[in-house]
């Protein structure tokens, strides 16, 4: 039964990376990307999009919910200590890769960052901001540090950290961004590790996401 879950899973994380990097290279919209974090069908668009996800994670798990490690860390201040360290691991990455000649930067190639604020749009502002830094974060940590890093674990704890890392810099369809996202991945990897729970990466992976977007419009 555990092949069949990581055949599921990792059929999963193909189609989302292959449906991201299809839109990544054939989008021909004219539309400012920018803007998608002020519009609500973004927003509708996005919780439709994660629920159907959240589903599917949670059917792969079936009966195994101890896959998704959604427990409490055994020491909540170990596990404060090692998400403090993942988050400097994360700014230091970010760092490094804002220095290197790339074409384009991880961030603009995304296309979320807002480039100036808009105070008429405050209100989808606001619940673009929950579904990145509460809703993406919650299910993409049960689905890669949770499902698919359990069900990995087989293979060793390194090589498990780092396919995870690579799975979920993939599922983003990005080509420059993956030089942040996989590191940013193999960190929360890391963390789950060694708390055996995705609430401490859940609450990094929210803050991240959450302070990158209001820095964005400071």
Known sequence: MTRVRLAAWTAL??????????????????????????????????????????LLVVGIAADRRDLLALRRPKSWGRALAYAGGALVGILITGAVVSLLPLPE????????????????YAAAFVANLFLFAVIAPFVEELMFRGLG?????????VPAILIVGLAFGASHGLVEGLLVLVPFGIFLAIVRDRTDSVYPGMLVHGLWNGTVLLLAVL
């Open 13 to 54: 994380v193909i189609g989302i990376a292959g449906l991201n990097y299809y839109a990544r290279f054939t989008d021909s919209s004219t539309t400012n990307s920018h803007d998608e974090i002020y519009s609500w069908s973004s927003f509708v668009g996005g919780v439709i999009v994660y629920a159907v996800w959240l």
């Open 105 to 120: 930067s991880p961030g603009t190639e995304q296309g979320l960052t807002p480039t100036q604020w808009e105070s008429r």
């Open 149 to 157: 890093q359990s069900l990995l674990q087989f293979l060793g704890r």
